[in-house]
């Protein structure tokens, strides 16, 4: 038996981004565009907003281009309204005014606009107490955005907002980095599917619920990737590779859990290493035996089978993989430097995955981090909202030593275990 490829966390990762390389890109309805990110700068056509219009519901009033001051008592003659509605109307002569609406068309002569609490009307007549500056509560033609601007540049997510500006510009369409399909095989005799809700059926034994696919299906969606096929296949090469081979017709990345051991019915091992993808060891814990490589001319990386290793190996590995070819820059998450509230015996030359709980510290103060492990499997989920590689030359650390961790699902709370 050959020595087993050996590859640093660092070169492993390196690996699995040049596999996956950047998305193509696509010029897709802005209706499709969520979360994506743009690919190019994105320019307005027009200007925001098209037309002077009142920013309040009042009275749009003329006074011949004076500034009214506060000792003032203006009176106008009303001589009609204007809706927030299609329609064109005539410049305002000096002295009168027209009830008008949030939105409408302020039309040339108007000086300001005054909200209607500060009105007092008697028949055709309005009177205004106080003084108005000029262009008071119009919305100008172009102040929000200049015809021409740039609304975002290449690299910006698609937000909701930015969606928002680009519908009101009349932008339809944007190019984007394609969103890469992924498919999700798990491997394993022993898997069984759960039915939707609480497993109704008993399980044999040796039988377990198989965990690995819903977990990176939404780790692959909260990275902006697509699921687009998920399967379970048993420990049979035969089935296996008719698993691989349907896989990679739908998806552009192909993530497998499990069979990647050192056992006699490593199927992923034993069916992908002559077939273009590289078994090897890396030096984190969980998460040691990895592979990567091309099956039939598709991206494949190869994941161990027990679930905190499959998380730990999606976050090291894949998710900067996905993202950085999707476009995006950096994680999206935030991380912090928390101190330790304990002392952890580390392994110098091993990355460790730990996850565990920050707790929001006081303005101006270093938060605190729990990091206390419980034993090897998903149930070191319980309590976390953070997680670290740890990878550190010395044996030890101590309460108050600094650590980063990324910050998982919301702002840290208090400590909660
Ligand atoms: N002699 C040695 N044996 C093992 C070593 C070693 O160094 N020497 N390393 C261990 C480590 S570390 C890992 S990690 C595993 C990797 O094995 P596999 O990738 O082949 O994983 P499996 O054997 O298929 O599964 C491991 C474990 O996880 C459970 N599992 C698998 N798939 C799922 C799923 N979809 N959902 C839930 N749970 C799943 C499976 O039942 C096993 O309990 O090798 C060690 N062995
Ligand atoms: O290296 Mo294994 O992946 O510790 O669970």
Do not use: W
Not at 37 to 56: E, H, K, M, Q
Not at 188 to 201: I, K, Q, T
Not at 231 to 243: C, I, N, Y
Not at 316 to 344: C, E, K, V
């Amino acid at each position: 038996m050959s020595a087993p490829i050996a590859r640093s966390v660092a070169e492993h990762a390196a690996v699995v981004a040049e596999l996956i390389g950047p998305t193509v890109t696509a010029t897709v309805p802005l209706c499709g565009s969520r979360g994506s990110v743009t690919a190019s700068t994105i320019v307005a056509g027009t200007r925001l907003p098209r037309f002077d219009n009142s920013a309040v519901d009042g009275f749009a009033v003329a006074a011949g281009g004076r500034r009214l001051t506060v000792d003032e008592r203006q009176e106008f003659e009303l001589v009609g309204q204007i809706n927030a509605e299609p329609g064109e109307y005539p410049r305002l002569v000096a002295g009168l005014a027209l009830r008008i609406m949030t939105g409408a068309p302020v039309p040339d002569g108007v000086d300001a606009v005054v909200a209607q609490e500060h009105v007092t009307r008697d028949g055709d007549r309005i009177r205004i107490a106080g003084g108005i500056a000029p262009s008071l509560n119009i919305r100008a033609a172009g102040e929000e955005v200049p015809d021409g601007a740039v609304i975002a540049r290449r690299g910006a997510v698609m937000t909701a907002g930015l969606a928002g500006l680009c519908a009101a510009l009349g932008i339809n369409t944007v190019e984007v980095y394609a969103k890469l399909r992924v498919a999700i095989l798990s491997t394993g005799s022993e898997l069984v599917e759960g039915s939707a809700g609480s497993p109704r059926h008993e399980l044999r034994p040796g039988e377990i619920l198989a965990s690995n696919a819903i977990m990176l299906t939404h780790a692959v969606a909260e990275c902006g990737a697509t699921v687009v096929h998920t399967a379970t296949v048993s420990d049979d090469p035969e089935d296996f590779l008719d698993a691989m081979t349907r896989a990679g017709a739908l998806a552009d990345v192909v993530i497998t859990s499990g069979g990647i051991g050192f056992g006699d019915h490593d199927v992923v091992k034993s069916s992908l290493r002559d077939r273009g993808v590289d078994l090897c060891i890396v030096n984190m814990r969980p998460g040691r035996p990895q592979g990567a490589g091309r099956f039939e001319g598709v991206a494949v990386v190869t994941l161990p089978g027990n679930p905190l290793a499959a998380l730990a190996s999606f976050e090291a590995f894949i998710r900067p993989a996905l993202r950085t070819a999707m476009g995006f820059s950096g994680d999206g998450r935030p991380t912090l430097r928390a101190q330790l509230n304990h002392t952890i015996d580390t392994r110098p030359g091993t990355v460790r995955f730990i996850l565990g709980a920050v707790a929001n510290a006081p303005s101006g103060s270093v938060p605190v981090v729990d990091l206390t492990t419980t034993g090897r499997g998903l149930s070191a989920v319980i309590g976390a909202n953070c997680f670290t590689f740890l990878d550190t030359d010395r044996p030890r650390l101590a309460a108050g030593d600094l650590v980063t961790v990324t910050v998982e699902g919301g702002a840290p709370g208090d400590l909660a275990r």
